[in-house]
C-alpha cells in the first residue's frame, strides 16, 4: 500500500504565498514522476507541475514564473512554493506519483487533494 499525505493548503490573500507539500509512504522500490494537479469547482483536473526523480520540470503556462517544484528523493517528498497567487488558482490541489512497487510493477497514485483558496 502506498498513501500521499499532502499537507500546506489553506487561505491566503490574493499575492500571497503557500508551500505545498506531499509525502510518500508504504513499500515501494522507486517513485518515477511527482506532479500536482489542480481541480477548480465546475473545472476539469488539470496538471500544474511535474518533476522527474532527476529534476526536470514543467510547468502549465498559467503558474510559469509564479510557482515552483522540487522534491526530495531521500525523503519521498515533493514541494509546490506557490508565490504571487491569483484568484484563478484557486482550486484543491492533487499530488500525483508514478511508483515502482518493484523493477516491473508501476502505479499511479493520487493524494486525497488539499484546498488553496486565494481571496481579496
Known amino acids: 500500500q502506498v498513501q500521499l499525505v499532502e499537507s500546506g493548503g489553506g487561505l491566503v490573500q490574493v499575492g500571497g504565498s503557500l508551500r505545498l507539500s506531499c509525502a510518500a509512504s508504504?513499500?515501494?522500490?522507486?517513485?518515477?514522476?511527482m506532479g500536482w494537479y489542480r481541480q477548480a469547482p465546475g473545472s476539469q483536473r488539470e496538471l500544474v507541475a511535474s518533476?522527474?526523480?532527476?529534476?526536470?520540470?514543467n510547468y502549465a503556462d498559467s503558474v510559469k514564473g509564479r510557482f515552483t517544484i522540487s522534491r526530495d528523493n531521500a525523503k519521498n517528498t515533493v514541494y509546490l512554493q506557490m508565490n504571487s497567487l491569483k484568484p484563478e488558482d484557486t482550486a484543491v490541489y492533487y499530488c500525483?506519483?508514478?511508483?515502482?512497487?518493484?523493477?516491473?510493477?508501476?502505479?499511479?497514485?493520487w493524494g486525497q487533494g488539499t484546498l488553496v483558496t486565494a481571496s481579496s
Open positions: 500525483n506519483a508514478g511508483v515502482y512497487l518493484n523493477s516491473i510493477r508501476y502505479l499511479e497514485v
Open positions: 508504504g513499500n515501494f522500490f522507486t517513485i518515477n514522476m
Open positions: 518533476i522527474t526523480r532527476g529534476g526536470s520540470t
